[in-house]
């Protein structure tokens, strides 16, 4: 008796969805206005989240994934920086848990003439770091974790390099010309044997000439070229004593640690707007949503006169325009998705073809439940809003009018 009641109920739930199917159908217009509000809004509140979570995450995470005990100081030339160079290297080594070197930056020419900025590096690193325009940034070997350069090897940038390749029929090389003032010009010839990928390409040619080249400083003597700056690149467990150290020498210091909570800062007010986005939109579409389900109920008042005088009750009439309002948003829901996804699969194809290859479309599980819940609510409280008043619709004044 119990499975046969259960089976009962399974057909009539699935008449009703058969019905309530027929009659979208039938009276899909008067559903038009209420397809285009929710679609429109769902799609945009939908590409709104993927646009924010794609921007904040593309933007920081280089930086969210560095060390965060990393810590750069930029130190100029100046009479007296050899002395605050040596002052550094000697408080550094009395910290325990502190390992550091120094990248020596300078300008050279190229064999064609054009100016580079070269980064010499010592013997071993353990990883190469550059102030970028998000903060301090990695620099990586292009398919390697970590890169080692030895005497006479360089890295450049991969449109260096594909640039280098066009002049030479085998695997390219470049050769440096280092001068300084009073000695004669010293030529380096170098063999490339990586390459890497410049975070930001706006702000340097096409070429990559002006990408910085990364060269062993083994086998040059510093007499040889001008030092425009040293860059220390320190890793310690005391971050707090390595920055008192550097203000103590007037340096200046660029912390991961203070660049990743700026970054935090920065995305809960990104998740601040989006709530109150959310919140802005489901006002808005809460009225539109009234006045749609409004002019459907005014077009359904006669078919609902009929359907009473023929005795369906109350429960019937509401649980069809339940049924109804339900497949209404929840196939626009579905286009939303799909159309937000697929503009957003075109942007990353254009970001491709924009030489942006690290480009990532995101959308946070935050966002994930902020769409969920935002959504089904909408869906769950006026579809339920509009079958309640369909119950309550005058029925047989309706059938009067419409017969006169």
């Not at 990586?194 to 990559?208: D, F, I, S």
Request: glycine share 6%; charged share 20%.
């Amino acid at each position: 008796m119990q499975n046969a009641d259960i089976v009962w109920r399974k057909v009539c739930y699935v008449k009703l969805l058969k019905h309530s199917a027929a009659m979208i159908k039938k009276t899909f217009r008067n559903y038009m206005m209420l397809s285009i509000t929710v679609f429109l809004t769902f799609t945009f509140l939908l590409g709104f989240l993927i646009y924010t979570d794609s921007g904040i995450y593309n933007k920081y995470k280089e930086l969210m994934g560095n060390d965060y005990k990393i810590i750069l100081s930029h130190n100029g030339m100046d009479s007296d920086s050899g002395n605050k160079i040596n002052i550094l290297t000697s408080r550094l080594e009395e910290m325990g848990d502190t390992h550091f070197y120094y990248i020596k930056k300078t300008l050279a020419r190229d064999t064609y003439g054009n100016q580079c900025h070269v980064q010499i590096l010592p013997n071993y690193v353990w990883a190469v770091f550059e102030y970028g325009n998000v903060g301090v940034e990695r620099v990586e070997m292009n398919g390697e974790k970590s890169f080692t350069l030895q005497q006479g090897e360089a890295l450049v940038s991969d449109r260096m390099y594909e640039n280098l390749k066009k002049s030479f029929d085998r695997e390219p090389e470049i050769s440096m010309v280092f001068e300084k003032e009073g000695n004669n010009k010293k030529i380096y010839k170098f063999n490339i044997v990586g390459t890497y990928t410049p975070k930001q390409y706006e702000n340097t040619q096409e070429t990559g000439v002006e990408d910085p080249i990364y060269i062993s400083g083994v086998g040059i003597d510093d007499s040889e070229y001008e030092i425009h700056n040293y860059q220390t690149v320190i890793r310690t467990d005391k971050p707090s004593l390595v920055i008192n150290c550097l203000k103590s020498m007037n340096m200046s210091i660029m912390n991961v640690m203070d660049e990743q909570n700026n970054a935090i800062k920065e995305e809960n007010i990104v998740i601040r707007n989006k709530y109150i986005i959310a919140a802005v939109l489901f006002v808005i579409l809460g009225i539109n949503l009234y006045s749609a389900f409004s002019n459907a109920l005014n077009e359904r008042k006669y078919e609902i006169g009929i359907k009473r005088a023929i005795g369906a009750g109350k429960k019937d009439i509401m649980m069809q325009f339940l049924t109804e309002g339900i497949i209404v948003m929840g196939i626009n829901i579905f286009l939303s998705i799909v159309v937000s996804i697929n503009i957003f699969v075109i942007y990353k194809a254009i970001m491709f073809y924009a030489k942006d290859y690290r480009y990532v479309i995101c959308l946070s599980g935050q966002s994930v439940i902020l769409y969920a819940v935002l959504t089904l609510s909408i869906s769950a409280l006026f579809s339920t809003l509009f079958a309640y008043k369909c119950t309550r619709a005058v029925s047989y004044t309706h059938l009067r009018a419409h017969e006169t």
